[in-house]
């Protein structure tokens, strides 16, 4: 069964600097994957290099089609949403206007899309005309995840979730990211430096350390090597 | 300017210029006239954007007061010439400085904007002032000068000022400017003090600006007037400095010649009438220039010297 | 060539909503207006110079605007856009001359000056974007040259008669003799202000540019075509200056290459005293500037008519020092 996603023998750099030196690795589709490691590890580049928001070179299949040089917005269009770190979210817009532009590539009404996006986050029905900024750290962090999630994606790229969350916040974060999965099918790459976190909520995981991927295998294999935990994992 | 050429350069350079006027017309003289002052005048512009990076789209201005300072001291006191410049020089130097205050608190595009919008407001003040300044009549020097005096005159000036302008960019000062430019937070941390560089900055463009300005009058038959420092003077200066590049003696010739030479040629352009081929192949012409090279003539001889290294 | 930093670009600045000066603008305003109504209930001079500075001001508003939609978009001060405005009111002369009428020569050249924004932007701007400043001024400012000279020698340097639509009456309004020219100017640019505002309160395109204005990175993320917006910005921008040259050309009676030199530095210190970011700014500070134009040279005497543009220079010079960000700009803080 070919994988959702595909990453072989994949560079990047910014500028002079190679960040990633040749990795591959596979997410199944209707799966999570988690990407791990310390900072550092090209763990965010190796979502931009998907996103497409990064020179890369190597081969990056999404459903079998290669990426080649594709920009942001096309890889977008394709239904690969990336919440990056740092949210991205548009501080200077409303709350409803970030979520509209989630379904930017979308034609048509969009109705259906935020009902069920609203039935994920029910407060943030609430918040429409909100400046997006004025949100807290975690309201804006949903709202990241519920304007991906308005575009009905098939693969979501998520980008160190839990960074700067209060701990009940992110285990909710954590819960709603796996219904999505089980109701929905979403197939998600996560980065995430919370590895014990990670690793309970996907189904596989990467390790990666200066830019290539030193082990891989389901996360019950990753949880359950000691060794492994102690030295990558930090726990 | 780091690539200083070697002496004998130098001298060759000066040995061409000294034969030329005995081997082109008078009206080719005059346009090696014209380059000499763009010439000053462009190397004044390009300490202060170049290498402060500070943009003015206004020293246009500053040339005026120059020329006018010069018209004005001959008609009334028939001053010396060449006395009338160091005072233009003295005068632009002084009033660059305070022209320097409150562009302290302006960079980037908003100093392009309000020294934009003093280049066309400037060539306004002589209209209102008209009895002082001669209104849109202008003032006429008492003594005029043939082409050859003005060539002599604009290349001696330039020779001194390079030279001044050399010592003044290969000392403290000019890393310091090099330190504003590249970035003003890092100057600041390392001690520079930022206002007294950035002032002195634009009142060293201006003194140059204004030796320009002098020239530039008496190589109009030593006549003022405020048509002839419209907002475009200013415009050509810049264009100048951005043809120029940075760091280069060669590129600030070539941006004198370019913006003292081509308006003249391109009168002759068949197709476009006289009067317009000028500003259409100009207009063009810097367009080009900055899409194809953007770095200026001095990036251009830096690309080919690595090709000619590799 | 030396990259020279400006101090608008975000990157290096933290921004701070400026909520603590928009109640105290906003009562400034009010006063003016108040101000305004009083002085043109007691005198019909005064009530003249004032519709005639609405008018105008309306004109500087439209000009303003479109500075203001570029600076936005692609942090690039459009030194041409006045030469621009220029060259799209002589295209709509030369389709009267052809036979147009009016108003349809109004919309023809309306949608010329949007193809001709966007052709600019991709051709001339879109490859400087990511250089220094300087390249991107140089290339403005060429391109004002180049306009200039083509016009030139297009149509050349003699005035032009254009028809006025809106005729040479006047409103009688208690006393005062309103020319139906003034009303027509503020409909025309309110009209086109409006329905710029309604693009991009309440279209998804005008969602995705104010997106890729605002956060190119974060809106390429949800797939705008960031690169396509800017265009449409400088295509909406050219309009906005095409009304702006239209409806000035009718106040200054003739046509001539020089129509829009002057207007260009008003529009800038409208754009300025507004806030460069600011459309509402623009429209404000074009209004200001008109009607404060307006009132002074008619009412002091020191000041004629030839000092208007030291006048206006001076304003530019003063808001820039005293409060960068403009009446409703958002305070940048730059720490040095």
């Known amino acids: ?235 | 300017m780091r690539n200083l050429p070697g002496l004998v350069t130098v001298l060759a350079v000066a040995g061409v210029l000294c034969a030329l006027p005995f081997l082109l017309s008078d009206y080719h003289v005059s346009l090696a006239a014209q380059v000499g002052i763009f010439f000053i005048a462009i190397l004044g512009l390009n300490i202060l954007t170049g290498y402060t990076g500070q943009i003015s789209i206004g020293h246009g201005a500053f040339m005026a007061i120059g020329g006018y300072t010069t018209a004005v001291l001959s008609r009334d006191h028939h001053t010396n010439l060449v006395l009338t410049m160091v005072v233009a020089f003295a005068i632009c130097f002084v009033v660059g400085l305070i022209v320097g205050l409150p562009a302290l608190r302006l960079s980037g595009v908003y100093l392009a904007l309000v020294t934009f919008a003093l280049a066309i407001s400037i060539p306004q003040i002589p209209l209102q002032y008209s009895k002082f300044l001669g209104g849109s009549g202008g003032v006429q020097s008492s003594r005029t000068v043939d082409n050859l005096w003005i060539y002599a005159a604009a290349w001696t000036a330039s020779a001194i000022l390079f030279v001044l302008a050399w010592l003044i960019l290969r000392g403290r000062i000019g890393r310091a400017f090099r330190a504003v430019r590249d970035s003003e937070i890092a100057a600041v941390a390392s001690g520079v003090e930022l206002p007294v560089y950035k002032t002195l900055a634009f009142g060293i463009s201006a003194a140059y600006a204004g030796v320009a300005g002098s020239l530039f009058v008496l190589a109009t038959n030593g006549f003022a007037q405020p048509s002839e420092f419209d907002v475009f003077l200013s415009l050509e200066l810049l264009i100048g400095v951005a043809i120029a590049g940075l760091g280069s003696l060669w590129g600030i010739l070539a941006g004198a010649a370019f913006v003292g030479l081509l308006p003249q040629i391109s009168t002759s352009v068949p197709v476009i009438g006289a009067e317009h081929g000028r500003d259409v192949v100009f207009g063009a012409a810097v367009i080009l220039v900055m899409l194809l090279v953007p770095d200026g003539f001095a990036g251009l001889l830096a690309r080919l010297r690595r090709l000619a290294r590799a | ?336």
Not at chain 1, 8 to 29: C, M
Not at chain 3, 222 to 232: N, S
Not at chain 3, 281 to 299: C, D, E, M, N, P
């Open chain 1, 1 to 235: 069964m070919t994988a959702l996603l595909e990453l072989q023998d994949v560079e990047a750099r910014y500028g002079p600097v190679h960040v990633l030196h040749g990795i591959s690795l596979a997410v199944q589709e209707g799966s999570i994957v988690a990407v791990l490691g310390p900072n550092g590890a090209g763990k965010t580049t190796t979502l931009r290099a998907v996103s497409g928001t990064v020179r890369r070179s190597g081969r990056i299949a999404f459903d079998g089609q290669p990426l080649g040089r594709l920009g942001p917005a096309a890889v977008t269009r394709l239904g690969v949403a990336h919440v990056p770190e740092g949210r991205g979210t548009f501080a200077e817009l409303t709350v409803w206007e970030n979520l509209r532009l989630g379904a930017y590539t979308r034609r048509g009404s969009i109705q259906p899309e935020l009902e069920r996006v609203f039935s994920y986050f029910p407060w943030l029905s609430d918040r429409r005309r909100q400046e997006a900024g004025t949100l807290s750290g975690g309201e804006q962090q949903m709202l990241a995840l519920a304007r991906a999630f308005v575009l009905r994606p098939r693969l979501l790229l998520l980008d160190e979730p839990s960074l700067g969350l209060a701990p009940v916040l992110v285990a909710e974060l954590f819960r709603i990211v796996r219904q999505m999965n089980k109701d929905e099918g979403l197939t998600v790459l996560i980065v995430e430096q919370n590895a014990h976190l990670a690793l309970e909520a996907a189904h596989a995981g990467y390790v990666l350390e200066a830019g290539r991927v030193v082990l891989a295998g389901t996360s019950e294999e990753l949880q359950a090597d000691d060794s492994i935990r102690r030295s990558y994992l930090g726990y």
């Open chain 3, 1 to 336: 060539m030396a990259t020279v930093e400006s101090s608008p670009r975000p990157s290096f600045r933290s921004r701070r909503t400026d909520v603590g000066s928009l109640p105290v603008v906003l009562v400034l305003l009010l006063g003016a207006a108040i101000f305004l109504l009083v002085g043109c209930l007691q005198s019909t001079n005064f009530a003249r110079l004032t519709v005639e500075g609405l008018a105008s001001g309306a004109v500087y508003s439209s000009l303003a605007l479109a500075l203001v939609l570029i600076y936005r978009a692609t942090h690039v001060i459009n030194f041409a856009q006045g030469e621009l405005a220029m060259l799209t009111t002589y295209v709509a002369y030369q389709l009267i001359q052809w036979g147009l009428p009016y108003w349809g020569a109004f919309f023809a050249t309306l949608a010329i000056s949007f193809a001709l924004g966007l052709v600019l932007e991709v051709a001339l701007i879109r490859p400087v974007l990511h250089r220094s400043v300087i390249a991107t001024v140089i290339v403005t400012v060429g391109l004002f040259i180049l306009i200039d000279g083509v016009v030139n020698w297009v149509w050349g340097a003699d005035l032009k008669f254009m028809p006025s639509p809106f005729g040479n009456g006047a409103f009688n309004l208690g006393g005062v003799a309103i020319l139906h020219l003034y009303v027509g100017m503020l409909a025309v640019v309110a009209a086109s202000v409006l329905l710029v505002w309604a693009l991009f309160r309440f279209t998804k395109l005008g969602l995705g540019m104010r997106a890729a204005a605002v956060r190119p990175a974060a809106a390429a993320l949800v797939g705008v075509r960031v690169d396509r917006m800017l265009a449409i910005g400088w295509g909406l921008a050219a309009v906005l200056g095409a009304v702006a040259g239209l409806m000035a050309e009718p106040s200054q009676l003739f046509l001539s290459p020089t129509l829009m030199q002057s207007i260009l530095v008003y529009a800038f210190a409208a754009a300025v005293l507004g806030g460069l970011e600011s459309p509402a700014g623009a429209v404000v500070g074009g209004l200001t500037i008109g009607v404060s134009i307006s009132l002074v040279i008619g009412y002091v005497p020191q000041i004629s008519s030839e000092l208007q543009l030291p006048f206006a220079f001076l304003v530019l010079l003063i808001v820039l020092l005293v409060k960068p960000s403009g009446l409703f700009g958002r305070r940048e803080v730059r720490r040095v």
